[in-house]
Nanobody
Framework: VQLQASGGGLVQAGGSLRLSCTASGRAFSRYVMGWFRQAPGKEREFVAAITWSSPITIYADSVKGRFTISRDIAKNTMYLRMNSLEPEDTAVYYC????????????????????WGQGTQVTVSS
C-alpha cells in the first residue's frame, strides 16, 4: 500500500492550495484518513481527518474554518483544501490511513495510523 501526497508549493499569505493523497497498491480497508504536518524543529501535529465510508470530519482548532478535508471514493483520493494560508501553516504535510475503527480522539493521534505518505512541502510567505 502506498500513499502519494502532492499539491504542495510556495504561496503568499492569504493564498490557497489543495493537497491530494492517492492510495495505490493492494486493496486495503480504510476506516479513516488524515492529514498531519511537521514544521522544522517541531513535532508532527494533527491537521484534519475524514472517515472513508460515511464521512465524518474533524479538524485541529488552528485550521477550523480555513481548511476543508474531503475524499473521492472513485478516485481513491483524499484532499485538503487550504484557504487563508498563514506563515504558521508552513510545514511538510503528510497523509495517513488507518484500517480499523477509530474514535474522534484516536483519529488525532499519529500513532493510530497504519500507512503514511512521503509528505509534501507547503511554504507560506508573509
Amino acid at each position: 500500500v502506498q500513499l502519494q501526497a502532492s499539491g504542495g508549493g510556495l504561496v503568499q499569505a492569504g493564498g490557497s492550495l489543495r493537497l491530494s493523497c492517492t492510495a495505490s497498491g493492494r486493496a486495503f480497508s480504510r476506516y479513516v484518513m488524515g492529514w498531519f504536518r511537521q514544521a522544522p524543529g517541531k513535532e508532527r501535529e494533527f491537521v484534519a481527518a475524514i472517515t472513508w465510508s460515511s464521512p465524518i470530519t474533524i479538524y485541529a482548532d488552528s485550521v477550523k474554518g480555513r481548511f476543508t478535508i474531503s475524499r473521492d471514493i472513485a478516485k481513491n483520493t483524499m484532499y485538503l483544501r487550504m484557504n487563508s494560508l498563514e506563515p504558521e501553516d508552513t510545514a511538510v504535510y503528510y497523509c495517513a490511513a488507518r484500517g480499523r475503527f477509530a474514535t474522534p480522539a484516536t483519529m488525532t493521534l499519529s500513532s493510530s495510523y497504519d500507512y503514511w505518505g512521503q509528505g509534501t512541502q507547503v511554504t507560506v510567505s508573509s
